[in-house]
């Protein structure tokens, strides 16, 4: 089954700019979506399609996709962004179709 | 508005049986596919299981298979998951979702299912 890897953990500065990676064989060629986590709170979908943002959430974030790593971007990062942010992808490959990565815990200093 | 409001989740022992029950207003649900998708304490997010619009297709995770059945009502708009042979390692949160082409744009609050003796 597809695979997704993302680091454990990023840590950045207020104002500064998040990356967040996920890594998958050929990803480029998938569509991927991103969800953000707050502690006691369901996920929610802050990138879809590599680079779409569903109404409300701040142009601060945005995607990229290509080769084998998405990326999720958070621009000038506040304080509330702090979270667990997952990537997620379709496998049309195999019956086990939505695959999420592990998960990245974005702390802001 | 979309809500989905999950329900049945408790304590259960090894070897035991739950039923939850995720109940959605706000959409068309006999249009959608629909998902559950768990968390472990501490952990990931983990898909477990999805069911077509009109429930012909059903696909589930492996470590789920054999064990879980997930099923639906559209006259209801009403999502189940029928959990047997439960074991520890499936204490989580149990999300009911839902599915916009390969995306879980809506998710509701979840249910905590604990398999402790």
């Known amino acids: 089954s597809y695979v997704l890897t993302q680091p454990p953990s990023v840590s950045v500065a207020p104002g500064q700019t998040a990356r967040i990676t996920c890594g998958g064989n050929?990803?480029?060629?998938?569509?991927v979506h991103w969800y953000q986590q707050k502690p006691g709170q369901a996920p929610v979908l802050v990138v879809y399609?590599?680079?779409d943002r569903p109404s409300g959430i701040p142009e601060r974030f945005s995607g990229s996709n290509s080769g084998n790593t998405a990326t999720l971007t958070i621009s000038r990062v506040e304080a509330g962004d702090e979270a667990d942010y997952y990537c997620?992808?379709?496998?049309?490959?195999?019956?086990?179709?939505?695959?999420f990565g592990g998960g990245t815990k974005l702390t802001v200093l | 508005q979309v809500e989905l409001v999950e329900s049945g989740g408790g304590l259960v022992k090894p070897g035991g049986s739950l039923r939850l029950s995720c109940a959605a207003s706000g959409f068309t649900f006999s249009d959608y596919y629909m998902n559950w998708i768990r968390q472990a304490p501490g952990k990931g997010l983990e898909w477990v299981s999805y069911?077509?619009?009109?429930?012909?297709?059903?696909y589930y995770a492996d470590s789920v298979k054999g064990r879980f059945t997930i099923s639906r009502d559209n006259a209801r708009s009403s999502l189940y998951l029928q959990m047997n042979s439960l074991r520890a390692e499936d204490t989580a949160v149990y999300y009911c979702?839902?599915?916009?082409?390969?995306?879980?744009?809506?998710w509701g609050q979840g249910t905590l299912v604990t398999v402790s003796s």
């Open positions: 979702a839902r599915l916009d082409t390969a995306m879980v744009k809506y």
């Open positions: 399609d590599d680079s």
């Open positions: 050929n990803i480029g060629s998938k569509s």
């Open positions: 069911i077509s619009s009109s429930g012909t297709a059903i």
């Open positions: 997620q992808v379709w496998d049309s490959s195999s019956d086990q179709n939505v695959v």
